[in-house]
């Protein structure tokens, strides 16, 4: 991540860490730390077992209905929430692996990552940013992204939900 002061993380942390929090702010902070233009982030909601969508930018308006509500196993986000583990494109154009919703090609974003918002077992939400370009995304950004997941989850209330 680049362009944060202090720690990798610090500037997202000292946000979650506000009485209100802003999840539009914390996402666009998120985006702009991994040199992203595009991001997701979707609420677990327990009583359906769906992802809601909580903040996104760079999305194209058309596009926010299909985002909106995602069944977990469907879609980059679905996925990393079933599996609990991080979902992964370097090009989520070329993408044939059926991974990727068709929809989510018309994001026109290539390099791609969902992260499931995990806190002690317990699933939260996912977080999901790309890049206009292909992109692999190093170890040391997929942990900082999971330590990211783990402390947006603490403040994660029911109530929050959309």
Known sequence: MANMEGTPLE???VLLHRPIIDWRQVLSTVISSFDCTTGTIHFL??????????AHQGIPEFLIPKLSVIPIGKGMAGIAAERRR????????????????PAAKETKVEGSIAVPMMLNGDLYGTLGIAKPVPYDFTEEEVADLLKLGEEMSRFVHPDELP
């Open 11 to 13: 500037k997202i942390f």
């Open 45 to 54: 909601e327990r009583s359906s077992a769906l992802l809601k969508l909580k």
């Open 86 to 101: 991080p979902v992964e494109m370097c090009n989520l154009q070329t993408d044939d692996s059926g991974v990727a919703r």
